[in-house]
C-alpha cells in the first residue's frame, strides 16, 4: 500500500480497481439455488365422453392405477398406466361432491361434501359405491390411509382428527386450525398441512408434535399447502397451490428443491389440489386449474 | 465459510479503498462551502435542527465528491440514519416494522436537515400519519372519538417505527387499553359480568371513532345489543366464560340456517365456512358493514389471501380490479359451486359488466379448448385479473405473445 502512494494517481486507481475485482471474485458465494426436481412425465386427462374439469383429490391404489375425484358431475375417475401414458378406465358417479380421497390397500374412500358417510369404492370388483357412515355431524375434510388399513379423517366442524379402523372411531388429536391436507409418514404418525398458516407438521401415533415447519414462499407469496406425500425417512413432498408448484423438504425440514410453477403447458400448474406419489416414486398432481392431472418423475436432491 | 468470506472481503475491499484514497482535503467550513450552491437556509433556521446540519458537518451524512447513492449521500437511507442512530436497530428486529421505515424512506416524516416539529417532524404527527392513512378523514367525521385520536396523538397507541404487536401497537390486545382505562367493578359491570379485559377490547369498539356511544363499531349484532350475552356464552362467572354453549355452526346456524347449510354443503367450500368457523371473517358482536365483517371490505379477505400485501411492496400480487369491484362481485365466499368459489360460471360474472366484450370477443366454452391444457376457454385463459402484468389484465403482450401462446402457427406465417 505505501508503494502505491509513490506511483501516479492512474496507476493507483488501475491497482484499486484490480483489487477490488479480485476481491469480489473471491468473496462471491457460489449460487445456492433450488434445485428443479420434477419433470413432466405424462399429462393425464379425461375422455370426450368423461373430460377431467375440476380435479380435487388423488389417491393412488397401486403403481399403475389411481383414482382422481373430480367434483364436476361428482365422479371418480379411475385411470390405469398404458406404457408410459394413463388411460381413463371407469368413471364412477359419486352421490355428492367430493373433498378429498384416500385408498387403504383394499378401496378408495372418499369424502363427500355435507354428507356425514364417506363413499367407499372397490374398482376392482366393478366400482360400486357403498357409504360408510361417519359419526353424525363430521364434517368430513382431508382424508389420509395410514399402514394397516386405518384411515383418518379430518372433521372440520369440530377441529378433531379421527382415526377410523374397521367399525371403531378414535379421536385422535385436535387442530385448532384448519388441515389442508393429510399424509402418513410411513411408520405410526402422520403430516398435517395447515393452509393459512403455511405450515406443515408431523405428529407421532399419540397425536405428540415430532415437527413444524414452514414451507417457503414463493417471493411474496406465502406458500398454501394443499397437499402432501412423503417418503419413509426421507423428503416430504408438499404441494403448494398459491405458488402452483411443488416444494420438497428434507427430512430435517430444509428446502431440497421445487419442481413446476404456474402455466397452462405441460409440465406447469395452475392452482393445483391433490398431491399422491405413486410406489414407483412418480408424483401426480391434480391440476385443478387446468383440469387435468399430471404425472412427474422425480430427479434430483439437494444441490447447488 | 460465510463469515471467512466477508472478512476476506473486509480486508480486501480496505485495501482497495485505502490504495485508492485522495490526498486529505484541507479542512473546510462545509457550511459555508456547500451553501454556496444549496438553499438550505430555512430548515437550517428551523426550530429542531438536526444536530449533524446544525453543526455544518454536511459530510456526516453527504460525500461531497461521489456516491452511489442520490442526493451524494454515504450510504442507503435508512442504513445511513441507523448508523448514528442506533436505538433504531433494535426496533428493526421487531416483526412489525412500519413500511417508510422498512423501505428505508426515513425522510417521508423527518426531514433530514431541520424541521419545525418535535422529534424532527416534517408536520404534526396526526398530519403525517393521515397524509398515508387516507381512512383517518372518514374517522374524524364520526360522532364519537377516542380522545387520544381526537387530540392527534397517534403515538400514544401505535409505534411510529415498529412493534412487536400487530398494527403497531404498543402493547398487545387488550394491554394497550388497560393502560389508561382501568378494570374495576363499574367496567365489570358495564360488560356483563364477563372478564373482557382478558380479550382484545377492539374486537368490539373501534379505537379511533365511531357514530355509536362507547365508541362501538357500526354494526352490533343483535343477541349482543340486547345483552343476551347467555345466548351462547356460558356465564360470566363460569370458569372458561367466553366458552360456546354450542359448535359455532350450530350457534349461527339456529339463526342463519340457510347461510350454514348452504356453507357447509357447498362444493367448493371456503376454508374457513367449510367447517362453520363463521367468526374467521364475522364478528358476532360488533363489525364492519351488513354482514358484521371482522374487517372493513376486501380486507376481510386479504388478510388470509394477501398478508402483509398492502405493505409488502411487491407489485403484481393481487392487483385490485378497478371500478367498484369487491372480492365478493366474483367470488362466493361461502363456497360455491365452482373453483375458485366463482359465484357463477366465470364468462357469465364478467359479461355481466363487460357486456359488449362478451359479445365480440375470442370464442369460448366448452366448443372452443384451450391447446395448452384442454380446458374450455375463458376469460381467465387471457386475462388474470389478480396478477396481470400487461394492460387489460393480460397475462402476455397482446400484440404477439398471447396470441402466439395458442396460435403457434402465427408466428411462422411469412417465413
Same mark, same amino acid.
Given at each position: 500500500?505505501?508503494?502505491?502512494?509513490?506511483?501516479?494517481?492512474?496507476?493507483?486507481?488501475?491497482?484499486?480497481?484490480?483489487?477490488?475485482?479480485?476481491?469480489?471474485?473471491?468473496?462471491?458465494?457460489?449460487?445456492?439455488?433450488?434445485?428443479?426436481?420434477?419433470?413432466?412425465?405424462?399429462?393425464?386427462?379425461?375422455?370426450?365422453?368423461?373430460?377431467?374439469?375440476?380435479?380435487?383429490?388423488?389417491?393412488?391404489?397401486?403403481?399403475? @392405477?389411481?383414482?382422481?375425484?373430480?367434483?364436476?358431475?361428482?365422479? !371418480?375417475?379411475?385411470?390405469?398406466?398404458? #406404457?408410459?401414458?394413463?388411460?381413463?378406465?371407469?368413471?364412477?358417479?359419486?352421490?355428492?361432491?367430493?373433498?378429498?380421497?384416500?385408498?387403504?390397500?383394499?378401496?378408495?374412500?372418499?369424502?363427500?361434501?355435507?354428507?356425514? @358417510?364417506?363413499?367407499?369404492?372397490?374398482?376392482?370388483?366393478?366400482?360400486?359405491?357403498?357409504? +360408510?357412515?361417519?359419526?353424525?355431524?363430521?364434517?368430513?375434510?382431508?382424508?389420509?390411509?395410514?399402514?394397516?388399513?386405518?384411515?383418518?379423517?379430518?372433521?372440520?366442524?369440530?377441529?378433531?382428527?379421527?382415526?377410523?379402523?374397521?367399525? @371403531?372411531?378414535?379421536?385422535?388429536?385436535?387442530?385448532?386450525?384448519?388441515?389442508?391436507? !393429510?399424509?402418513?409418514?410411513?411408520?405410526?404418525?402422520?403430516?398435517?398441512?395447515?393452509?393459512?398458516?403455511?405450515?406443515?407438521?408431523?405428529?407421532?401415533?399419540? #397425536?405428540?408434535? !415430532?415437527?413444524?415447519?414452514?414451507?417457503?414462499?414463493?417471493?411474496?407469496?406465502?406458500?398454501?399447502?394443499?397437499?402432501?406425500?412423503? @417418503?419413509?425417512?426421507?423428503?416430504?413432498?408438499?404441494?403448494?397451490?398459491?405458488?402452483? +408448484?411443488?416444494?420438497? !423438504?428434507?427430512?430435517?425440514?430444509?428446502?431440497?428443491?421445487?419442481?413446476?410453477?404456474?402455466?397452462?403447458?405441460?409440465?406447469?400448474?395452475?392452482?393445483?389440489?391433490?398431491?399422491?406419489?405413486?410406489?414407483?416414486?412418480?408424483?401426480?398432481?391434480?391440476?385443478?386449474?387446468?383440469?387435468?392431472?399430471?404425472?412427474?418423475?422425480?430427479?434430483? #436432491?439437494?444441490?447447488? | 465459510?460465510?463469515?471467512?468470506?466477508?472478512?476476506?472481503?473486509?480486508?480486501?475491499?480496505?485495501?482497495?479503498?485505502?490504495?485508492?484514497?485522495?490526498?486529505?482535503?484541507?479542512?473546510?467550513?462545509?457550511?459555508?462551502?456547500?451553501?454556496?450552491?444549496?438553499?438550505?437556509?430555512?430548515?437550517?433556521?428551523?426550530?429542531?435542527?438536526?444536530?449533524?446540519?446544525?453543526?455544518?458537518?454536511?459530510?456526516?451524512?453527504?460525500?461531497?465528491?461521489?456516491?452511489?447513492?442520490?442526493?451524494?449521500?454515504?450510504?442507503?437511507?435508512?442504513?445511513?440514519?441507523?448508523?448514528?442512530?442506533?436505538?433504531?436497530?433494535?426496533?428493526?428486529?421487531?416483526?412489525?416494522?412500519?413500511?417508510?421505515?422498512?423501505?428505508?424512506?426515513?425522510?417521508?416524516?423527518?426531514?433530514?436537515?431541520?424541521?419545525?416539529?418535535?422529534?424532527?417532524?416534517?408536520?404534526?404527527?396526526?398530519?403525517?400519519?393521515?397524509?398515508?392513512?387516507?381512512?383517518?378523514?372518514?374517522?374524524?367525521?364520526?360522532?364519537?372519538?377516542?380522545?387520544?385520536?381526537?387530540?392527534?396523538?397517534?403515538?400514544?397507541?401505535?409505534?411510529?417505527?415498529?412493534?412487536?404487536?400487530?398494527?403497531?401497537?404498543?402493547?398487545?390486545?387488550?394491554?394497550?387499553?388497560?393502560?389508561?382505562?382501568?378494570?374495576?367493578?363499574?367496567?365489570?359491570?358495564?360488560?356483563?359480568?364477563?372478564?373482557?379485559?382478558?380479550?382484545?377490547?377492539?374486537?368490539?369498539?373501534?379505537?379511533?371513532?365511531?357514530?355509536?356511544?362507547?365508541?362501538?363499531?357500526?354494526?352490533?349484532?343483535?343477541?349482543?345489543?340486547?345483552?343476551?350475552?347467555?345466548?351462547?356464552?356460558?356465564?360470566?362467572?363460569?370458569?372458561?366464560?367466553?366458552?360456546?354453549?354450542?359448535?359455532?355452526?350450530?350457534?349461527?346456524?339456529?339463526?342463519?340456517?340457510?347461510?350454514?347449510?348452504?356453507?357447509?354443503?357447498?362444493?367448493?367450500?371456503?376454508?374457513?365456512?367449510?367447517?362453520?368457523?363463521?367468526?374467521?371473517?364475522?364478528?358476532?358482536?360488533?363489525?364492519?358493514?351488513?354482514?358484521?365483517?371482522?374487517?372493513?371490505?376486501?380486507?376481510?379477505?386479504?388478510?388470509?389471501?394477501?398478508?402483509?400485501?398492502?405493505?409488502?411492496?411487491?407489485?403484481?400480487?393481487?392487483?385490485?380490479?378497478?371500478?367498484?369491484?369487491?372480492?365478493?362481485?366474483?367470488?362466493?365466499?361461502?363456497?360455491?359451486?365452482?373453483?375458485?368459489?366463482?359465484?357463477?360460471?366465470?364468462?357469465?360474472?364478467?359479461?355481466?359488466?363487460?357486456?359488449?366484450?362478451?359479445?365480440?370477443?375470442?370464442?369460448?366454452?366448452?366448443?372452443?379448448?384451450?391447446?395448452?391444457?384442454?380446458?374450455?376457454?375463458?376469460?381467465?385463459?387471457?386475462?388474470?385479473?389478480?396478477?396481470?402484468?400487461?394492460?387489460?389484465?393480460?397475462?402476455?403482450?397482446?400484440?404477439?405473445?398471447?396470441?402466439?401462446?395458442?396460435?403457434?402457427?402465427?408466428?411462422?406465417?411469412?417465413?
Amino acid at each position: 500500500m505505501l508503494a502505491l502512494t509513490s506511483r501516479p494517481w492512474p496507476a493507483r486507481a488501475l491497482v484499486a480497481v484490480a483489487i477490488c475485482l479480485w476481491g469480489v471474485a473471491a468473496v462471491a458465494p457460489a449460487q445456492v439455488q433450488a434445485n428443479r426436481i420434477l419433470t413432466s412425465s405424462a399429462v393425464v386427462d379425461g375422455t370426450k365422453e368423461e373430460p377431467l374439469r375440476w380435479p380435487v383429490a388423488l389417491a393412488a391404489a397401486s403403481d399403475d @392405477e389411481f383414482a382422481v375425484a373430480d367434483a364436476w358431475k361428482s365422479r !371418480l375417475l379411475v385411470f390405469r398406466r398404458v #406404457g408410459a401414458s394413463w388411460s381413463l378406465e371407469r368413471a364412477i358417479a359419486l352421490p355428492a361432491t367430493p373433498v378429498a380421497a384416500a385408498h387403504d390397500g383394499r378401496r378408495y374412500l372418499v369424502a363427500l361434501r355435507g354428507r356425514d @358417510e364417506l363413499a367407499v369404492v372397490d374398482a376392482a370388483a366393478g366400482g360400486g359405491v357403498v357409504r +360408510r357412515a361417519l359419526p353424525k355431524s363430521v364434517v368430513p375434510g382431508a382424508l389420509a390411509a395410514l399402514p394397516g388399513g386405518a384411515l383418518l379423517v379430518w372433521d372440520a366442524a369440530s377441529g378433531r382428527l379421527l382415526e377410523l379402523r374397521g367399525d @371403531e372411531v378414535a379421536v385422535r388429536q385436535t387442530i385448532d386450525e384448519t388441515v389442508t391436507a !393429510l399424509a402418513s409418514d410411513g411408520a405410526d404418525g402422520y403430516w398435517v398441512a395447515i393452509g393459512e398458516a403455511g405450515e406443515v407438521r408431523r405428529y407421532d401415533r399419540v #397425536g405428540r408434535e !415430532l415437527a413444524r415447519w414452514r414451507v417457503p414462499a414463493d417471493g411474496p407469496v406465502p406458500a398454501w399447502p394443499a397437499g402432501l406425500a412423503a @417418503e419413509v425417512g426421507g423428503r416430504l413432498f408438499v404441494l403448494d397451490r398459491h405458488g402452483h +408448484r411443488v416444494v420438497a !423438504l428434507d427430512s430435517d425440514g430444509r428446502l431440497a428443491g421445487v419442481g413446476s410453477g404456474r402455466g397452462w403447458e405441460p409440465g406447469l400448474l395452475m392452482l393445483p389440489k391433490g398431491l399422491v406419489r405413486l410406489a414407483g416414486g412418480d408424483l401426480l398432481v391434480g391440476d385443478q386449474g387446468n383440469g387435468r392431472v399430471q404425472s412427474f418423475a422425480i430427479v434430483g #436432491g439437494i444441490g447447488r | 465459510m460465510n463469515a471467512m468470506r466477508w472478512i476476506v472481503a473486509g480486508v480486501v475491499l480496505g485495501a482497495a479503498a485505502a490504495a485508492a484514497e485522495l490526498p486529505p482535503a484541507q479542512a473546510v467550513d462545509q457550511r459555508e462551502v456547500c451553501l454556496q450552491c444549496h438553499d438550505l437556509a430555512d430548515a437550517l433556521a428551523a426550530r429542531v435542527p438536526h444536530p449533524p446540519a446544525a453543526r455544518g458537518e454536511c459530510t456526516s451524512c453527504h460525500n461531497p465528491h461521489v456516491a452511489r447513492f442520490e442526493k451524494l449521500l454515504r450510504a442507503q437511507p435508512g442504513p445511513l440514519c441507523v448508523k448514528c442512530h442506533q436505538e433504531l436497530a433494535a426496533e428493526l428486529a421487531r416483526p412489525e416494522v412500519h413500511a417508510p421505515v422498512a423501505e428505508g424512506r426515513c425522510a417521508t416524516c423527518h426531514p433530514p436537515h431541520g424541521a419545525d416539529h418535535a422529534g424532527l417532524l416534517a408536520r404534526p404527527a396526526a398530519e403525517l400519519c393521515r397524509s398515508c392513512h387516507g381512512e383517518v378523514e372518514a374517522w374524524q367525521q364520526r360522532q364519537v372519538r377516542h380522545e387520544p385520536f381526537a387530540r392527534g396523538r397517534c403515538a400514544v397507541c401505535h409505534e411510529p417505527h415498529a412493534s412487536a404487536n400487530a398494527r403497531l401497537l404498543k402493547a398487545e390486545g387488550s394491554r394497550v387499553c388497560t393502560g389508561c382505562h382501568t378494570i374495576d367493578d363499574a367496567f365489570r359491570q358495564r360488560h356483563g359480568g364477563y372478564p373482557v379485559e382478558r380479550a382484545a377490547c377492539q374486537t368490539c369498539h373501534d379505537p379511533h371513532a365511531s357514530s355509536r356511544k362507547g365508541l362501538m363499531r357500526e354494526t352490533v349484532h343483535a343477541p349482543f345489543a340486547q345483552g343476551a350475552c347467555g345466548t351462547c356464552h356460558a356465564a360470566g362467572s363460569a370458569a372458561e366464560p367466553f366458552a360456546l354453549l354450542k359448535p359455532q355452526r350450530e350457534l349461527c346456524g339456529d339463526c342463519h340456517a340457510a347461510e350454514v347449510a348452504a356453507s357447509l354443503a357447498a362444493p367448493f367450500p371456503h376454508v374457513s365456512a367449510g367447517g362453520g368457523e363463521c367468526t374467521d371473517c364475522h364478528n358476532p358482536h360488533a363489525g364492519e358493514g351488513e354482514a358484521l365483517l371482522q374487517r372493513e371490505g376486501d380486507a376481510t379477505c386479504l388478510a388470509c389471501h394477501d398478508p402483509g400485501g398492502a405493505s409488502s411492496g411487491q407489485p403484481g400480487r393481487h392487483v385490485t380490479h378497478t371500478g367498484d369491484v369487491a372480492c365478493a362481485s366474483c367470488h362466493a365466499p361461502h363456497g360455491g359451486e365452482r373453483p375458485l368459489l366463482f359465484a357463477r360460471d366465470q364468462v357469465e360474472v364478467c359479461g355481466e359488466c363487460h357486456e359488449h366484450q362478451h359479445g365480440i370477443t375470442h370464442p369460448l366454452g366448452e366448443s372452443t379448448l384451450d391447446p395448452r391444457s384442454s380446458n374450455p376457454m375463458d376469460c381467465g385463459s387471457c386475462h388474470g385479473i389478480h396478477f396481470a402484468p400487461y394492460p387489460k389484465y393480460m397475462h402476455a403482450s397482446e400484440s404477439r405473445d398471447l396470441c402466439v401462446g395458442c396460435h403457434k402457427d402465427i408466428g411462422r406465417r411469412g417465413q
